[in-house]
């Protein structure tokens, strides 16, 4: 609203200015015209002809220098009216786009439920799209992978975008997560319907054991420990080969179960007990769905705690430690919180990585990974749900899109394999990021509570 | 030379018996008591006692580097001061030792509310966000500390409206009602300076510490900070202290001044008393003691009783 009053400040000085302007451009376009008669007079005005004799004959070419003259004066008051007009335009737009925020904001609105919608009938697209049941597997995998991400992101957007602790690390409460139910499973036999919470309680303990020694630090500090942190927990699973399997991994972890009955052909399977004729695709599409369901519920948690006093406190946090102090808020408690709530969602997401593969090794959760985590949040924006969303959906579904550019290889030859150069596009598109949107895709901070009184 | 002239004073005031215990409010909120804070060899702070009124405004003033804003961050749970003893005691009798509570319980306890030097708002917060964050602890609790909170439970409901409803007083009090949903770091210097105070005012405090409120405002902005503290001091009875160098501000609403050089205190008392003691005069305009009658003369100051007291203190 107050660019609509500067809009309506500018526009009567443009219109009085105008006149002005014209009388300008007009001056300034004979200006043009005369320099035209200057260089016509020597250049034009006089053809030279062979005469009869020896002589050269003069013809005067005033009518043409006229016609020059005349053009030019045209040409340039045209160009000038053009460029003032496309200026004009141009501020226009910039005043527009100073009014574009909730444009934008409404663009977040639809995309936020389309995104979502897609989502939810991902399994059917697929199936229609490719044709069957077993063809659309690819892209169920896809969407799997892409959700899996999209929850780690949300998951470290609390640590990071919401408190503000930069935590290079976040791999290790995924990994946490994922041996707690290799190992729960595999040693004492427990379904994973148990051990889902429970590896999302280990990984919040690890996260407040993290928490405790690096309350202090903050920033560069914070995410050298936090690094630190990921990797030893990484050569841990690896040389504690008594305890983890080692390098070797843990394999054949129990799949999961359709809350209690299992995915397999025959008598007392899914497909035999609900009627239907068994197929592998079952137990992908039930993955689908838990791993959606996963990511939904770290969504509505973040976006209540962002409401809630907590929410806010880690905010604060990330805005001004000592003023948060100051307010009597306790910042030790309140990064613990953050640390042990986003940890917990990195260990729901690991247990689920456990039950989809069968298999752990600690290879999966190399340094790489918090690396791809890291870069989701901060491309998406930092704390907000729908920009690390779009970031995720990016940043893992490009690759999978590279491989399928076999046209390519038409171009640069048989040898070219565009997957080799994701690092770089992903390097391009990092640079690119920086230059034209260095606060993430979406860096618009929705307020967690509005006065509702928008009367200026 | 400046140096000799401050041990003098500090010999000065421990002449007179139990400076601490003697004279001042009758009913103190807040006792400083031989407060002494040491930076390696660096003393900032030097056996300062005093005593801040119950519902009264307390101004510390003093020249650049005399150890004010040290002092506060003693009194705030900044600093663990190296000695002494920070009293406070509430309405109800609770006494409490600040510099023995952690940082955020002088706050969250004692009810010690703070602004700082440079803002420290939560920019990207709007002004509404900003008078709820210090709203913490009741809206904590009220949210079963995020668990009946998470499950929308209409507890927690009852208490963000309420905690909205007394947050929507203070902007419309320091009229910001209009940009309410704005971040806070977008707002001008001045009603940045005014929401902070409303933010720590909504802690509920008992003793509010500013540190240099006018700073960078113009004449009308500190004429309506007068009032707004005025107005703290007598709806809410809020003790105040204050560190201002804005000399309008400190002598039309301190009720008391306290003034420190080289982290000692020179002088201890209502505004008239400040206004005319030679040695307050001496700090600020850098003077030795002896050519205080005669700067003032300089510069207009009428001072019978100003040149017996120089005389006295040479």
């Known amino acids: ?456 | 030379m400046t140096l000799a002239t401050g041990t003098t004073r500090l010999a000065v005031v421990q002449d007179e018996p139990s400076p601490a215990m003697s004279g001042g409010p009758a009913d103190p909120i807040l006792v400083v008591d031989h407060l002494t804070m040491r930076f390696g060899g660096l003393t900032a702070v030097g056996d300062l006692s005093f005593k801040v009124g119950r519902g009264d405004i307390t101004a510390l003033i003093g020249p650049n580097g005399a150890g004010k804003t040290t002092v506060f961050n003693c009194i705030t749970g900044f600093y663990k001061p190296t000695e002494g003893m920070i009293r406070l005691r509430q309405q109800g009798g609770e006494t409490y030792l600040l510099e023995r509570l952690p940082g955020h319980d002088v706050n969250r306890l004692a009810g010690v509310a703070r602004t700082f030097q440079n803002i420290r708002l939560f920019p990207q917060m709007t002004v509404l966000e900003n008078l709820l964050v210090a709203m913490h602890k009741p809206l904590m609790r009220a949210s079963g500390f995020s668990l009946a909170g998470i499950l929308g439970l209409p507890g927690y409901r009852r208490a963000q409206a309420e905690a909205i409803a007394k947050a929507a007083a203070w902007i419309e009090r320091i009229g910001l009602t209009h940009r309410a949903d704005e971040p806070a770091g977008d707002l001008p210097y001045g009603d940045q300076r005014r929401l902070e105070i409303a933010r720590a005012m909504c802690t509920d405090p008992v003793l509010l510490c500013l540190d240099e409120p006018a700073a960078g405002l113009n004449p009308r902005e500190s004429a309506d900070l007068n009032t707004l503290l005025r107005m703290i001091r007598d709806e809410y009875g809020t003790s105040v202290l204050l560190i201002e160098h804005d000399m309008s501000v400190v002598m039309q609403i301190s009720d008391r001044i306290v003034v420190l050089d080289y982290g000692i205190k020179i002088a201890d008392g209502t505004p008239d008393e400040i206004r005319n003691d030679t040695r307050v005069i001496a700090a600020y305009l850098g003077v030795d003691d002896d050519e205080v009658a005669a700067v003032e003369a300089e510069v207009g100051l009428a001072g019978t009783s100003a040149g017996t007291s120089a005389g006295t203190s040479a």
């Open chain 1, 1 to 456: 609203m107050a660019t609509g009053s500067t809009i309506g400040a500018v526009a009567p000085t443009v219109g009085r200015r105008s006149g002005a302007a014209f009388a300008e451009m007009l001056k300034d376009s004979a200006l043009f015209a005369l320099v035209t008669l200057g260089l016509g007079i020597p250049v034009v005005a006089y053809r030279t002809d062979l005469g009869q004799g020896t002589g050269l004959e003069l013809t005067g070419r005033w009518g043409l220098v006229a016609a020059l003259c005349l053009a030019m004066f045209v040409l340039r008051l045209g160009q000038r009216l053009l460029l003032g007009e496309v200026g004009r335009r141009r501020e226009a737009h910039r005043l527009a786009t100073l009014d574009a925020v909730p444009v934008v904001a409404r663009a977040g609105r639809v995309l936020g439920p389309l995104t979502l919608a897609v989502a939810l009938t991902l399994p059917l697209l697929a199936t229609f799209g490719a044709g069957g049941l077993s063809e659309g597997r690819y892209w169920i995998d896809l969407g799997i992978l892409i959700l899996t991400y999209v929850m780690l992101g949300w998951g470290l957007n609390i640590v990071v975008g919401l408190a503000g602790l930069l935590d290079l690390g976040y791999v290790a409460f995924y990994a946490v997560g994922a041996y707690s139910y290799a190992l729960l499973s595999t040693v004492f036999g427990l379904s994973f319907w148990i051990c889902l919470p429970l590896a999302g309680l280990f990984a919040a303990a690890f996260g407040v054991l993290l928490g405790f020694p690096v309350l202090r630090l903050r920033g560069d500090y914070l995410a050298i420990v936090t690094l630190a942190f990921g990797e030893i927990i990484r050569l841990v699973l690896i040389n504690w080969v008594d305890f983890s399997g080692g390098a070797a991994g843990i394999s054949s972890i129990p799949r999961a179960s359709f809350f209690g009955i299992p995915f397999t052909a025959g008598e007392g399977g899914f497909a035999g007990t609900f009627g239907l004729t068994f197929s592998p695709m079952h137990r992908i599409i039930f993955l689908y769905y838990l791993i959606l369901a996963l990511a939904l519920i770290t969504n509505l948690v973040t976006l209540r705690m962002r409401r809630l006093p907590l929410g806010r406190a880690w905010e604060a946090l990330r805005e001004d430690e000592i003023a948060c102090r100051s307010l009597g808020i306790d910042t030790t408690m309140t990064k613990l919180t953050a640390f042990a709530l986003g940890a917990m969602f990195a260990g729901f997401a690991g247990s689920f990585f456990a039950v989809r593969q069968g298999f752990v090794s600690p290879e999966s959760f190399n340094f790489l990974e918090s690396a791809i985590i890291l870069a989701i949040v901060v491309l998406g924006g930092m704390g907000s749900q729908i920009g690390v969303a779009v970031a995720a959906i990016v940043m893992v579904g490009a690759p999978e899109l590279l491989r399928n550019l076999t046209f390519l290889k038409a171009v640069f030859g048989e040898g070219f394999d565009p997957n080799e150069y994701r690092l770089l596009l992903f390097g391009l598109a990092m640079v690119c990021m920086m230059v034209w949107r260095p606060r993430g895709l979406i860096s618009e901070r929705t307020p967690s509570v509005r006065l509702g009184n928008r009367a200026a």
